[in-house]
């Protein structure tokens, strides 16, 4: 499973999800300052989920029919790069082609094809 990993969860983050097997990659590494939309086309280009934290890829996937491998969206308290990672690696399984939301205590599942 690949992932992209945005510019607001950082650099820790991403080495995170790197330990535990997975294959991510930082945006700041590949395309710093990126814009959400060139954020958008880079993941599926490259089949990649995305983890963010930044509401607008909603709206790009969802308002303006944007294509995507899949995003997870953090929506939580929580900015410990460690437990913002025990949070989301449970879903890491159910992210392709899907729209992920995050929330304290609170999951939410939303198909994109």
């Known amino acids: 499973m690949k ?9 820790r ?4 999800v790197n330990n535990s097997g997975y ?14 939309e060139e954020i958008l086309v880079l993941a ?8 963010t934290n930044d509401k607008d890829f ?11 491998a899949g995003v997870i969206l953090l929506r939580v308290l929580a900015a410990d790069s460690e437990k913002r990672f025990d949070m989301v690696k449970g879903v890491f399984f159910k992210s392709e082609g ?3 939301v995050i929330k304290d205590g609170q999951v939410r599942i939303r198909g994109l094809k």
């Open 3 to 11: 992932f992209l990993i945005d510019a607001n969860l950082g650099r």
């Open 98 to 100: 899907n729209f992920i």
């Open 13 to 16: 983050f991403s080495n995170l």
């Open 23 to 36: 294959d991510a990659v930082f945006i700041n590494d590949v395309l710093p300052r990126a814009s959400d």
């Open 58 to 68: 909603g709206m790009l996937v969802f308002k303006h029919g944007k294509s995507s």
């Open 44 to 51: 599926e280009r490259e089949k990649r989920v995305i983890i």
